[in-house]
């Protein structure tokens, strides 16, 4: 039985960890709720982000960029 190869197709790559995680922050009163809204990559020639919302906020607030700590990592595979 002969296998068939696609030349054509390229190679799976590992997806690529975020630069950094957008959190959404609501402050009410004395708190501040902190809702992971996405996350951006940096691109190869150093030059910008391209950045990815999974929820668009809208009723105000703020959008935080931070870079991604292990206890993230373990929120994000949960």
């Given at each position: 039985?002969?296998?068939?190869?696609?030349r054509n197709s390229?190679?799976?790559?590992?997806?690529?960890?975020p630069?950094?995680?957008?959190?959404?922050v609501d402050e009410k009163g004395e708190k501040s709720f902190w809702t992971r809204i996405?996350?951006?990559?940096?691109?190869?020639d150093g030059e910008g982000y391209t950045?990815?919302?999974?929820l668009v906020p809208v009723n105000g607030g703020r959008v935080i960029l931070?870079?991604?700590?292990?206890?993230?990592?373990?929120?994000?595979?949960?």
């Open positions: 039985m002969a296998r068939y190869n696609n390229k190679p799976a790559r590992e997806p690529k960890a630069a950094f995680i957008a959190w959404h996405g996350a951006a990559w940096d691109h190869k950045l990815q919302l999974d931070r870079a991604p700590s292990e206890q993230t990592e373990q929120e994000a595979g949960a």
